[in-house]
């Protein structure tokens, strides 16, 4: 087995390869549904919330591959840790096994911290190359948190065009901190960074926004934003918060989530709209998954004219599991990591 740590999983796993092994089972997915077996995860609330402590959540998220030839069994442990940034530690800490199924023997046990920042920015780069105006150049981060590094990343990735972006956090400290460490561990992207003391300001001619963020009310109104951007929105991940306006929402010509089982529990801004009376958005109106745009199942339109779109994020453990499959057939292959034996 081998025991990868964070530096050996970051040396290995790169966006592309991110995004090619996302892509490459959702097309799996759709081929042949049975070769993907990812029962509902299981949440655990954490912490009680107090003054002092924000209350977070445990999940555990398994699920069975088969590629073809051979099936793997692989395991996140992941707890979200909201006061953890005061630490100068992750948001969301993540362990990750990978087993092959026949044998039961371990591959790689990993750190899954990075594989969640990347998977979930893979999943936002994918929705982004269907979703987003082929010639967008300007892009908005809101909330420059952990996660919002490889969001980033990933639409960069996907979208060549790209030359300004544009930052925004309520803590102007966070978005300066953002700046300076993206423009120094991310030399491959030559853009032009810029801090906002206003959202207004940073969401004013954004062609892509990527929101991620703990808020618990729409961060602005559809009037705020161009008529055809595109958003992808990984932040709000239970019931009760909401980054995404209803108005967003209510004006938006194609709605799009990864994983709507998931999402019905925990997809805090559709929730929320679907429940609220005044909204004209409600789960009958999605357009679909990220496998139906990934699969032709759903085209859209990236025309000028296309309108707003949005992605919603939640996550699921088979984006996991495709990423840390990668990531453990490399270190095997190459002997990376500490090898130990458990029999």
Known sequence: MQIL?????????????????????????HQHPSWVKTPERLVIATSKETNNIQTGSHLSMPCVLFDGSHEYAVVKLVTICPDNPQRNQPTTVATITVADSATGETLALMDGTYVTQVRTAALSGIATKYLAHHDSSTVAVIGTGGMAYEQLNAVLTVCPKIAKVTLWNRTAAKAQAFKEHFMENYPQWQVALTVCEQMQDALAEADIINLATRATDGLFESAQIKPTAHINAVGAYQPHMQEVSNSVLAASSQVFIDDIEGGRHEAGDLIQADANPDCTWHWDKLSGQLIDLVNAVKKVETQVNKGVTVFKSVGAASFDAAVALEVAQAAVAKNMGQNISLF
């Not at 740590?5 to 892509?23: E, G, H, N, R, Y």
């Open 5 to 29: 740590a964070s530096d050996c999983v970051k040396q290995q796993l790169t966006m592309p390869m991110a995004i090619d092994a996302i892509t490459a089972l959702l097309k799996s997915q």
